[in-house]
């Protein structure tokens, strides 16, 4: 299960409706072993295409080299489908080298509303898995009733 904050949520999704109609592509980094996004980080699709997108390489090669400076790795690799359903495609699933890594297909096709899905995709095979969006990570796993004030 993927369990990310809605402002990075709605930082994901701005970014594909900023792009549209190209896809647009990003990771977002987090604390090394932790599974937790917390630094987004937008990136060129150096294809600048409305089917495809590839990280450009030299803006890919210095978010690794920041990434690895901070103890972090990339949690989430992002990308949109502007006009298919947010499912990887034989391409994304070729590129996917990222084994732990929680894969975010974000579909805009629909000018109001989007589409957000999660994939794991290890060694080829995709697997589909829920999205927890909460408003902080404090309490992410416990119940309204545990929270302090409530709410």
Same mark, same amino acid.
């Given at each position: !299960?993927?369990?990310?904050?809605?402002?990075?949520?709605?930082? !994901? $999704?701005?970014?594909?409706?900023?792009?549209?109609?190209?896809?647009?592509?990003? +990771?977002?980094?987090?604390?090394?072993?932790?599974?937790?996004? *917390?630094?987004?980080?937008p990136m060129l699709n150096a294809e600048r295409s409305p089917?495809?997108?590839?990280?450009?390489?030299? *803006? +890919?090669?210095? $978010?690794?080299? *920041? !990434?690895?400076?901070?103890?972090?790795?990339?949690? $989430?690799?992002?990308?949109?489908?502007?006009?298919t359903e947010p499912y990887p495609s034989r391409t994304d699933?070729?590129?996917? +080298?990222?084994?732990?890594?929680?894969? $975010?297909?974000? =579909? &805009?096709?629909?000018?109001? *509303?989007?589409?957000?899905?999660?994939?794991?995709?290890?060694? =080829?095979v995709v697997a589909e898995e829920p999205v927890q969006v909460?408003?902080?990570?404090?309490?992410?796993? &416990? =119940?309204?009733?545990?929270?302090?004030?409530?709410?």
């Open positions: !299960m993927l369990v990310i904050r809605r402002d990075l949520v709605d930082a !994901m $999704v701005a970014h594909a409706r900023r792009d549209h109609p190209d896809e647009a592509c990003g +990771q977002i980094a987090g604390p090394e072993g932790s599974d937790r996004p *917390e630094r987004f980080v089917t495809f997108y590839r990280f450009d390489s030299a *803006e +890919q090669l210095k $978010v690794h080299r *920041e !990434m690895e400076r901070a103890d972090e790795v990339p949690v $989430v690799v992002y990308h949109s489908h502007t006009a699933i070729s590129y996917a +080298q990222e084994p732990d890594a929680h894969y $975010v297909l974000i =579909g &805009t096709s629909d000018p109001e *509303e989007h589409e957000l899905r999660s994939y794991r995709i290890v060694d =080829g909460v408003e902080s990570y404090m309490f992410a796993h &416990t =119940g309204l009733d545990d929270t302090p004030d409530g709410s």
